[in-house]
């Protein structure tokens, strides 16, 4: 679920900036993948500011790379618990990627999902701080009806107008925030 993120620089840098309040700069890459740098909103102070973050995390336990959570248990489960509490972010991407399999068709066909208005989308996220660099995982949540007849999890998208709350309150504040939002216009289109 959610393992590419299409980043257009221009309008993002500059919708972000604007919306955020901050300078926000992010290079194109219309196919980010997993292990490499995201530029991702963390909290600073009052403010926020921006922070290069490598995708992923592979625990001791684990067999694979980690990049998504679910928001449902993010809180709970022990591997991302401190990170919800002590490092959420924001991931402003320009859309992400879906695969479908279709009926009659040995490729599975690839879908762009972004704002319907070309807005930028803010992926919530944690960060684990480390001297080589921060690590991101996504959050992911139940689809909603549009995004379900596609896969059946989503990014967890946090509004504009939440994005403060997000990275500033509690974590047992944020439970309206963990679902997802469908007052979100999303545009759905095939990208080959």
Known sequence: M???LNVVDDP?????????GLDFRVTT???????QDVQVVSAAGAGMQQLTTHWGIQPNWAKRLLINAQAETVA???TFKRAF????CLVPCSGW????AQAGQA????????????????MAGIFYPSVEGAQLVTLTTAPTEQCATYHHRMPLLIRPSE???WLHSRADELGPLLVAPADIELAVESAG
């Open 2 to 4: 959610c393992g590419r």
């Open 12 to 20: 993002l840098s500059r919708l972000v900036s604007e919306q955020l």
């Open 29 to 35: 890459n219309r196919d980010l993948r997993p292990t």
């Open 76 to 78: 709970s489960k022990p």
């Open 85 to 88: 509490a002590e490092h959420r």
């Open 97 to 100: 990627y879906e695969w479908q």
């Open 107 to 122: 490729r599975k066909t690839k879908y762009l999902f972004h704002e319907a208005s070309d807005l930028p989308l803010y």
């Open 163 to 165: 994005t403060q709350f």
